[in-house]
């Protein structure tokens, strides 16, 4: 994973443009990813895919003609999506185009409203506000090129015993930003890496898309009847616990992702906080339960959409653990499913060969073994209603050592899938 990272960090990305294709063109080299274009202009569920925006240069001189702010210092000085200006400007003028943050320089985006402006540190802005060593009017020049291409996202596909699918996405709009995105692309990447090599009973997609208007195209172009449900993987690198933002109305991968965590952390849904692309799939006409998996976020990530953002912050134990989790949750999604019995009273296991005499029952002792328990928790609870996980949510076991009995009792015909 780090080594994806540090290739994609240096990349400037954006809704749609060039590094947006550079960066899906390498993760091919990691997983068979298809990257599939949608042309600007294009209408999409009332929203119009952008033109693709290209910096050629951009910067800030003072009245002696030094460059104060430059975007090849950092990409993060001219706001993404900016439209083009060069001339002379006022204090005051440049001041009303410039947004600034305390030792860094924020990310700011001006993607569906006509603007230019620059960002810098707040030591910068007022030594422009003070007349500290940088004096107007000032030269303010943008080349920039607002072209029609393509928005292009990124598809993996994994198939599974049935035509229903889980969704698994990030996010691939952002400048650099390590842990906002990076983070949750290499851990969705890695995921998928791992799933590709399960024989799985739902199939699998992975979508690669700048945030919003990616998944709004995605939606308007696929059949979202067959999506039961995803995960949204974003900020995944700092160092705040691993918690999940729930779905809108609760679904398969909320009540897996609970499962899977110890102890479970969850956020009730949000359309303003926290949710990313996994809002434009709850509710409002679709209701596929998406949840996002995630750490801090934007309130607990103080390098959140800032020039601060940088592969040193990344926790890699934390990654793996995102990983980890995720793919556990998947699992659990995978054994989930409701059975019915084959039989009327207690049957006779010793009769089918399967009593779990290996597990320590039996024999006239106390031994309380969980293994053994859930053998007799899924013989008296199975009834064609219930599905696997909440039996054993409701005996405080894993689903896991449901895995043995669930195999026995199918072989021995003792119960079958409802």
């Known amino acids: 994973m780090r080594k ?45 895919i952008p033109k693709e925006f290209v910096v050629n240069e951009a910067w800030v001189k003072d009245k002696y003609g030094k460059k104060i702010i430059d975007f090849d210092a950092h990409p993060y000085h001219l706001w993404s999506y900016s439209q083009p200006f060069s001339g002379e400007v006022s204090r005051d003028e440049l001041l009303e185009h410039l947004t600034s943050q305390h030792r860094c320089v924020p990310l700011r985006q001006t993607y569906y409203k006509d603007d230019w402006g620059f960002s810098c540190t707040d030591d910068l802005r007022e030594c422009i506000e003070d007349e500290k060593g940088f004096w107007g009017p000032f030269e303010a020049h943008i080349d920039v090129e607002h072209r029609d291409g393509h928005l292009r996202i990124g598809e993996a596909y994994h198939e599974g015993e049935t035509e229903q699918e889980v969704l698994i996405n990030s996010y691939v709009c952002h400048p650099l930003g390590a842990n ?55 900020i995944c690198g700092d160092d705040y616990p691993l918690v999940f933002d729930e779905s809108v109305n609760g679904g398969p991968m909320d009540n897996a992702l609970a499962h899977a965590m110890s102890p479970p952390m969850c956020r009730e849904y949000s359309g303003f906080m926290g949710p990313t692309d996994s809002r434009h799939f709850n509710g409002m006409g679709l209701n596929i339960p998406m949840v996002t998996l995630t750490r801090g976020g934007p309130a607990e990530f103080p390098e959140y959409h800032t020039s601060l953002d940088t592969p040193d912050i990344i926790n890699w134990e934390n990654m793996d653990e995102t990983v980890e989790v995720a793919f556990n949750a998947i699992q659990v999604l995978e054994r989930n499913q409701v059975y019915r019995p084959r039989y009327v009273t207690t049957p006779c296991l010793q009769k089918h060969g399967i009593f779990p005499y290996q597990h320590g029952t039996g024999t006239g002792g106390n031994e309380r073994t969980n293994a053994a328990r859930a053998y007799f928790e899924l013989m008296y609870l199975v009834d064609g209603k219930r599905d696997l996980l909440s039996i054993a949510d409701s005996q405080g076991l894993s689903i896991f050592d449901f895995d043995e009995p669930v195999e026995k009792f199918l072989e021995a015909g003792l119960i079958e899938p409802a």
């Open 4 to 48: 994806l990272l540090d290739d994609l960090f240096p990349v400037y990305r954006t809704l749609c443009g060039p590094g947006a294709k550079e960066t899906l063109e390498r993760i091919q080299q990691e997983i068979p990813l298809e990257i599939k274009e949608y042309p600007s202009g294009t209408e999409v569920m009332g929203w119009t």
């Open 180 to 234: 906002d995105n990076l983070s949750g692309v290499v851990c969705a990447v890695n995921l998928f890496k791992r799933l590709a090599q399960t024989k799985t009973r739902y199939s699998y997609r992975l979508c690669l898309w700048p945030e919003t208007i990616g998944p709004i195209a995605w939606i308007a172009a696929n059949d979202t009847s067959i999506v039961v449900g995803g995960m949204t993987l974003g």
